[in-house]
């Protein structure tokens, strides 16, 4: 180190010059040159680093460039792909469901599930291909089939009467139905289903289930005498009647015999046959009115003059009545004589007089009538 005033150079470690006594001024060995070349040179050095920081970073940012050029082809590429992929699996599976949910399909499972025995499953696809198809006879066919493997007679049954319904109305089909109504005892059904057939042609199918209704030994109408109505079925079937027009059904009496009606008035006959079944037949009526009247006079033959030959007098009786006569003149009463067969015309001029009384004590007028028999 030198001294700043004298340039003595001062050993290490003094504090002043031992020259000229001045306190020690620390000074750097090198130069204002060496420091400016050493400047220079670090800056040459920066200047060097920098362009080789920039070369460094253009060559990043065009790898970098090139990188997302490749990613973005790349982006696209799987785009593409994954469109494509996503394309064809939609149309795979709209055409899975399309097959899936078409008629065939549905038809060809429920055929598969029942020749394994599964009828619950082939009884559901069977359904599904019925939507489909609402009126496909073969389909209904199979399901009645397997109604009838389950023993489900009301769904068998069902099923027949949409089939029948839709217009399929054929021999076996009735005759399909027509043993389900009777096996749940429903013969009502079967009474309704011939009803709205309403041809001839299947008449066969129902004679067990059709049941003639009874007959009356009367028409309806008025009487003037009282009635003994009989009331009969063509095979001996059971009869039940009311007498104040209410349902035979539900309220009516055995029949066992004739039924009389002796009292004025209207009295309305109903009446039904049932047989072995269980099966009524349709309500029969008859609307009798008994009105009681005097018999008219009677007709008697011959009519009166004089006769020189034997004459038989003859009188006409109507049912309900019966006849009484005297030849004294006297008017006749029901202590008198009753005729009974022709009269034979007694000798003489004689008056004969006769009355009817009918059923129920009414009598008519006398007649009179002169016979003079000379022979």
Request: aromatic fraction near 12%; hydrophobic fraction near 35%; charged fraction near 25%.
């Amino acid at each position: 180190m030198k001294c700043e005033k004298c340039g003595a150079n001062i050993p290490q470690g003094y504090v002043y010059c031992s020259v000229c006594g001045s306190e020690v001024q620390l000074v750097p060995d090198y130069n204002f040159l060496d420091e400016d070349l050493l400047g220079s040179i670090v800056q040459g050095e920066l200047k060097e680093d920098e362009e080789s920081k920039q070369e460094v970073e253009t060559v990043i940012s065009g790898t970098k460039t090139e990188k997302r050029k490749n990613i973005y082809i790349w982006g696209g590429i799987c785009t593409v792909i994954l469109a494509a992929v996503l394309t064809l699996f939609v149309m795979y599976e709209a055409i899975q469901y399309k097959h899936k949910n078409s008629y065939t399909y549905q038809y060809q499972q429920a055929k598969e599930f029942a020749a394994e025995g599964n009828i619950k499953e082939a009884i559901e696809y069977f359904h599904k291909a019925l939507k489909l198809k609402p009126n496909d006879k073969a389909v209904k066919e199979q399901l009645y089939d397997l109604y009838l493997k389950e023993e489900n007679y009301k769904a068998a049954t069902a099923l027949l009467e949409e089939f029948i319904s839709d217009g399929n109305v054929e021999k076996e089909s009735l005759e399909a139905i027509i043993e389900l109504y009777a096996k749940e005892e429903e013969y009502d059904k079967i009474l309704t289903l011939y009803e709205e057939i309403g041809s001839s042609e299947w008449r066969d199918l129902f004679a067990d289930y059709l049941v003639e209704r009874p007959t009356f030994s009367n028409i309806s109408g008025t009487y003037f005498r009282p009635l003994k109505i009989e009331i009969s079925s063509v095979k001996d079937y059971d009869i039940f009647y009311t007498t104040d027009g209410s349902d035979p059904v539900s309220k009516g009496t055995l029949y066992e015999g004739s039924i009389s009606f002796t009292e004025e008035g209207t009295t309305i006959l109903t009446a039904v046959t049932r047989n072995e079944k269980g099966i009524y037949s349709e309500i029969a009526r008859a609307e009798y009115t008994i009105k009681y009247e005097p018999p008219e006079m009677p007709d008697v033959m011959p009519a009166g003059g004089t006769y020189t030959e034997p004459q038989m007098i003859t009188i006409q009786v109507p049912m309900d009545c019966a006849a009484y006569y005297t030849w004294d003149g006297s008017d006749p009463t029901e202590a008198s004589l009753k005729y009974q067969a022709p009269l034979e015309m007694p000798q003489g001029n004689q008056v004969l007089s006769v009355i009817l009384v009918n059923s129920v004590g009414l009598k008519s007028c006398v007649y009179r009538v002169n016979y003079v028999y000379m022979p």
